[in-house]
T-cell receptor
Framework: DAGVIQSPRHEVTEMGQEVTLRCKPI?????LFWYRQTMMRGLELLIY????????DSGMPEDRFSAKMPNASFSTLKIQPSEPRDSAVYFC????????????FGPGTRLTVT | AQSVTQLGSHVSVSEGALVLLRCNYS??????LFWYVQYPNQGLQLLLK??????LVKGINGFEAEFKKSETSFHLTKPSAHMSDAAEYFC?????FGAGTTVTVRA
């Protein structure tokens, strides 16, 4: 199994630009999670999906952030417009309902907004 | 809301010494608890999980954790630290992660 795949691995953009992060979960997993990790705030859950449906988006910082899961094998996290305080490592993780919240993480996308 | 607390943001041990990382969970008995490890510039990797089948759980890389309801704890241990154990460790319950504990191993 290839594991969770995230792209790009690194993204550098200017303030005000749109950023799209992509995630391919492990085949057969019906949960997908998006996290943000910073030194100051640690690991924060942004949103998670079950069977492609958003279940809890209370962690999404503000309306500039949006996430979609059009099918079972693909999800995006979009930031528009981006701000320097969005700089962080964004992780996607997937899991199954067999053991809820047992998660398999991707390698992350390091986002730098200048 | 459920939460976990990791005591100690940084632990330094000598190679070959016991590694003990502390995790306490809030109030009611949780159905599932997890420990993850994160190496530099990588995602989190599942170390072990508690699913109420057994209170002593063995994981990868020689780690184990014991669920103690009376102490609301799920501490992670390894009898003999190896240099490769240097990483950050996270306890999780119900999508709530602890703040993490960084382990340094001294030669």
């Amino acid at each position: 199994d290839a594991g969770v795949i995230q792209s790009p691995r690194h993204e550098v953009t200017e303030m005000g630009q749109e950023v799209t992060l992509r995630c391919k979960p492990i085949s057969g997993h019906d949960y997908l999670f998006w996290y943000r990790q910073t030194m100051m705030r640690g690991l924060e859950l942004l949103i998670y999906f079950n069977n492609n449906v958003p279940i809890d988006d209370s962690g999404m910082p503000e309306d500039r952030f949006s996430a979609k899961m059009p099918n079972a094998s693909f999800s995006t996290l979009k930031i528009q417009p981006s701000e320097p305080r969005d700089s962080a490592v964004y992780f996607c993780a997937s899991g199954t309902g067999g053991t809820p919240y047992e998660q398999y993480f991707g390698p992350g996308t390091r986002l730098t907004v200048t | 809301a459920q939460s976990v607390t990791q005591l100690g943001s940084h632990v330094s041990v000598s190679e070959g010494a016991l590694v003990l990382l502390r995790c306490n969970y809030s109030s009611s008995v949780p159905p599932y608890l997890f420990w993850y490890v994160q190496y530099p510039n990588q995602g989190l990797q599942l170390l072990l999980k508690y699913t109420s089948a057994a209170t002593l759980v063995k994981g990868i890389n020689g780690f184990e954790a014991e669920f103690k309801k009376s102490e609301t704890s799920f501490h992670l241990t390894k009898p003999s630290a190896h240099m490769s154990d240097a990483a950050e460790y996270f306890c999780e319950w119900g999508l709530s992660f602890g703040a993490g504990t960084t382990v340094t191993v001294r030669a």
